[in-house]
């Protein structure tokens, strides 16, 4: 008697960790369908679940037990179907119970189309959905060994009927079978059975080679050993698919996430007992068509290679909504770890944005400094009377005096490029660092040209961007706030935005359990920030450039603030005075930055020596990294790219287009206003922007 061939699915392992795990997508061709999966549900949580959704008009779809630490828990697929076809589910059934239930359930016109069972204490328990339907009935076989799987398989087949569903369970340790037949044409198909991992995977690879897609996958441990069942039909949905099989329990949720953030909505979703833990399979298609889905894949891998790095992260909004997030490439090569979309990378001045949105924070809050004076941007930094009064300004720089908040998020203090950081530890805390710092200026006359000059000079005169501004207003965050710098922006800043991952990037040797990405020279080594560097083993500029974070939640905290949703973290009043250049009150000023606002670039930007407009943003470099975090006047696009390696210095990059101009050639990067190829990827974000049909749905 032949074997039902045998087959395994993709052998990539997924994360999922916790109870419950929520998501929305859309399906293929952009149409947005809701959905929601949850694992490690109890069975009152998981009937609690049940009905809660089901009020909600979502379907259940697939549900499987499984045992953990001796306790039956439930995963489960639920999805906004099309019709109102009637329908019911039952779960913890014997094998006379679930039965009984086929026929009960026959009586009322529903038919089952789905079976799983699953060993509590010995005995096999079943779960089962079923659907009204006018076709023949089918033919439903329960508690199979392999032979009389086969048997019934090649009998039924003889007899015109169609495998539909098949699920591998065990009895006693032994490897037991449910299916379900049915009398109806189609196109042909492939089952297996008893297949192991290895011998699973190498079936999937040779099927998917003849046009076959996985419709469904069973994986049961008999004896201890991880089998799978599973069945591919011909010429299935022409969407992008992928599956996953054995997933461990530690990894199923992350896994899960990184799918589908990038547009993958699950079909299916199976578990099963493996020794004293859990594992998953999963089937997904995507909301994109295969064509942009190749584009997006095919051109961020290839610019990989154009700019020389490692690996980067990107994430791209539509109105607020996450449209696509994911990794690219390499977060460790020598630890061979793909870069995933929750890896923490170094934004570098991107994080003077949030540096300047928790200074408008604490504005919005009506906060007090020296007791009883209200924070205003006119407030003083420095003198009498000053935020950071304590803060001994020299003589060369009493100009600085004068300077009032908003000078210093403007880069109009009157403080050079070349000032430095506060990084001499030996002087004390950050405010008698900065004093150390600040004695450590020259003078610069008028007459020079030297850029940065001249020193001193009147606050509102001339914009020099120079980090040690935000290195002060650190220190003004941490006196009014009484908080560390940190802390002040994980409370008031990410935590009310929706994110709570960032983090100060890590100082020292890489070690990969901080969550960040390892980031490389050009020359392919770390990048190593070594705590000689730097004070208090934080980064040395903190509040300038030292924020560490996926592109996912720098895209999240872009949309927190850029006036498109309500109920976003600063008034529309204090963004638009957050977005305000100084350019604008005196346009005449031409040492005065025409994009430059407050913590914020504005009006345009560009890439290998391509513009585009754009509302607000900032880019960001590091030793090992750089970012580009734009919101786009074109369509209320916004989007974040975020790299792990610094780029060649020269080379050739593709332009970015204009909309409904053909593709330029490619340019030189190393050039006046594009140094290196660094802004290469993006110039890629830009085009698929522009290109790709991207679906209706929010993944935040």
Known sequence: MRPLARMMLLSVPLLIAGVLSPASTACAGGTPTEWVARHGLTPAQYQTAFDDFAKQGLRLVSVSGYVLNGQVQYAALWRKLPGSTAWAARHGLSAVDFRKAIDDLAKQGLQLLYVDGY??????????????????????????????YQAEFDALTKQGLRLKHVAGYTQGGAARYAAIWRKEAGPDYVARHGLSAADYQKEFDSLAKQGFRLAQVSGYSPGGNDRYAAIWVKNGSPA?????????????????????????????????????????????????????????????????????????????????????ASGFGMADKEGKVPMKPFHRLRVGSTSKTTTAVAIFRLIQAGA?????????????????????????????????????????LEHTAGIPDNAGDPIHCASGDLPHRIAYQLAQIKAIPASSTDPVGPVPRAPGTKFNYANFDYAILQAVIERISGMP??????KKVFAPSGITAPRLFHIGPYDPSTGEAKHYTASGDYAEYAPSSTCDNLPPGVGAGGWAMSAMDLLHYLTSVDGIQPGEILTSANRTAMLHRPIDDESSNAALDARYARGWITKNWGACNAGWDIVQGHNGGLPGAYTNMFFLTEGGFSFVVITNQDSRPSGMCQPSTTIG????????????????????????????????????????
């Open 368 to 408: 007090k400094f020296n007791g009883a004076q209200t924070l205003t941007l006119n407030s003083p930094v420095f003198g009498p009377g000053g935020i950071l009064s304590d803060i001994a300004v020299p003589a060369l720089l009493a100009p600085l005096k004068d300077a009032k908040l908003h000078h210093f």
């Open 485 to 490: 710098y940190q802390e002040f922006l994980l």
């Open 661 to 700: 101009q053909p593709k330029p050639a490619q340019v030189a990067c190393g050039g006046k206003n594009q140094p290196t190829c660094g802004d290469e990827p993006t110039a890629r974000v830009i085009d698929l922007i522009r290109t790709v049909d991207w679906p209706n749905y929010n993944l935040f």
């Open 240 to 324: 992008p698919w992928i599956a996953h099989h054995g997933i461990p329990l530690a990894n199923y949720q992350l896994q899960f996430d990184t799918d589908r953030l990038q547009g993958f909505q699950p079909l299916a979703v199976q578990a099963f007992t493996s020794g004293n833990t859990a594992r998953f399979d999963t089937i997904w298609d995507s909301a994109f068509s295969a064509e942009d889905l190749a584009a997006i894949t095919g051109t961020l891998n290839d610019s990989l290679k154009t700019a020389g790095i490692a690996g980067l992260s990107v994430a791209i909004a539509k109105d607020g909504h996450l449209l696509f």
């Open 119 to 148: 060993e509590v204490a010995g005995k096999p328990l079943f779960a089962g959905i079923w659907q009204a339907a006018s076709a023949p009935t089918p033919v439903v076989k329960l508690d199979m060994d392999g032979a009389q």
